[in-house]
């Protein structure tokens, strides 16, 4: 990347949330289809009813980030435009890496990545009153959720994990201020922890 590019990169990552931006870039394919998470990347496009604002934000000449629009009335009953979606080009490929999404407020309510930026949504960020509670991934890229991930307050409380790729939670893992307190393994495909491992370091 340019330095305008890597620049641009780190901030949006930042501003994102993006947790292991760095990835998996070159030699993968990217898929063209439209949709959700574990779907391809590509632009969804203006929808009936909305207007976009289109920005380049590293100066290539390019459109990087897409802010879609709808009119309507506000608190205080006057006629203005409130943002509903933001589509951002991260790395410069002409492919969407980040799709945010916006209530009547304006307030980030979820928000998909393209991490490894190789086409396919892997990470999907849910919010509430701006704070990010629940995000599901895909990390093994087969096109399914297979980790969930819970905060509360803002903290890593449990993350859940389908180790096996059967659509289940196999394995639970609870988490007590910065550190693991336990965790927990499905050993019979039951939907329920047969065991339970405690950390011997855990707070009491």
């Known amino acids: 990347m340019s330095s305008m590019k ?19 870039q070159a030699g993968r394919e990217a898929s063209e289809a439209q949709g959700s998470t ?13 207007k976009v604002r289109e920005l380049d934000l590293n100066r290539d000449g390019k ?20 943002m509903v979606r933001k589509e951002i080009d991260v790395n410069a490929d002409g492919r969407v890496d980040i799709t945010q999404f916006f209530n009547e407020a304006e307030e980030k309510v979820r928000e998909e990545m393209d991490q490894d930026f190789d086409g396919q949504i892997d990470s999907t960020l849910f919010f509430e009153k701006g704070v990010n509670t629940h995000t599901q991934r895909d990390v093994d890229g087969n096109g399914k959720v297979d ?10 409380v449990r993350k859940e994990r389908d180790t096996n790729g059967d659509g289940k939670v196999d394995n639970w893992e609870y988490w007590q201020g910065e550190q693991v307190d336990r965790i927990g393994d499905d050993l019979d495909g039951d939907g329920k922890a047969d065991r339970w491992t405690k950390n011997p370091n855990a707070q009491p």
């Open 63 to 82: 459109t990087d980030v897409w802010i879609y629009l709808v009119s309507g009335k506000g608190a205080d009953g006057q006629e203005r435009e409130r």
């Open 6 to 24: 890597s620049w641009l990169y780190v901030g949006l990552c930042t501003l994102g949330g993006l947790t292991g931006c760095a990835g998996k």
């Open 38 to 50: 574990a779907e391809g990347t590509a632009r969804r496009g203006k929808r009936p009813g909305e």
């Open 147 to 156: 980790v969930w991930v819970y905060y509360e307050n803002g903290k890593l």
